[in-house]
């Protein structure tokens, strides 16, 4: 059965797509509108009433890196899941500080600038998200010091996780400057063709 991807390509479902690109794994790409996610029909796929969603079956799974890490793991094609438990470690490491470091300052700038009103803009919001980010991108700077990638030289689902998060820096123009090791990995990542076909999904 081919696997179901829910959510708009414009969401966090964007992050599901690319993998099922970089991987090659056929899907079915269930768009939803936004006002479609608290229907009873999509909370029995999602109790959360969020994208993405997938099904892959009779199973059924919520949040974008759990999506993504089950995916990786299913479907792994020439090290992208790597072999040992301590760089599959490192995966969810990547994943999980990724979602819980830069995630919400990345999101709280992109919906400031571009989700809403200038009445309603919070300045101070901003200023202190802006104030929350230098901190782990020096992290991730370092780690990426004199390595291509996450792991070493092969792209992995750490990357293409952690890029995804990080993808929303660049509608915001956030300065990579202090950070060239992971400005210039960023670049990689975004470059590959799987994270253009995703962002071309309809
Ligand atoms: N931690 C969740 C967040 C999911 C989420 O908040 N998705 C947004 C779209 S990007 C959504 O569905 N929002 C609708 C709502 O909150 O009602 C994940 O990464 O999957």
Redo the contacts with the bound molecule.
Sequence with gaps: MTIQIY?PTA???A?ALWIVHELGIPFEHMAME?KD??TPEYLKINP?????ALVDGDFKL????A?NLYLAKRFNKDGFWPATPEDQARCYQWSFWG?TEVEKPLLTILIDMFMTAPDKRKPEAVAEAQKALPKPLAVLNTALEGREYLLGPTFTVADLNLASILSWSRPIKYDFKPYPNAGAWLDRCLARSSYKAAKATK
């Design positions: 959510g969401s966090r479902a992050r936004m996610l608290k959360n009433g969020k994208v993405p919520f949040e974008s890196m999506i979602m």
